[in-house]
Nanobody, 124 residues
Framework: QVQLVESGGGLVQAGGSLRLSCAAS????????MGWFRQAPGKEREFVAL????????DYADSVKGRFTISRDNAKNTVYLQMNSLKSEDTAVYYC?????????????????WGQGTQVTVSS
């Protein structure tokens, strides 16, 4: 079973930046669309961003467009989320996951069980 391990979260002031990483074990990383999701306290998990296996397609939630950038390095089996101009409403636990299909991942259909995630806290 491929494992996904998120890292890079922390406490940052509003307007600041963070870069999250998600490292995948195993093979065939480039076959999968990778995505970031987040869950704030008391709320359901929501889609944040995704990137196709070859990086030719990306998609973002409206709430993060223009502020967040997703990228991947298939040689390192890692996907990143660069978060700029952070707001207090970005505070959440951030998770990564995958699916071979862009459209399925966009709808929140994922392959892996959810991991521990990485906490992002934005102070105002």
């Amino acid at each position: 079973q491929v494992q996904l391990v998120e890292s890079g979260g922390g406490l940052v002031q509003a307007g600041g930046s963070l870069r999250l990483s998600c490292a995948a074990s195993g093979r065939s990383f480039s076959y999968y669309t990778m995505g970031w999701f987040r869950q704030a306290p008391g709320k359901e998990r929501e889609f944040v961003a995704l990137i196709s296996g070859s990086s030719d397609s990306t998609d973002y939630a409206d709430s993060v467009k223009g502020r967040f950038t997703i990228s991947r390095d298939n040689a390192k089996n890692t996907v990143y989320l660069q978060m700029n101009s952070l707001k207090s409403e970005d505070t959440a636990v951030y998770y990564c996951n995958r699916n071979p299909s862009v459209s399925s991942l966009r709808r929140g259909i994922v392959i892996n069980s959810w991991g521990q995630g990485t906490q992002v806290t934005v102070s105002s």
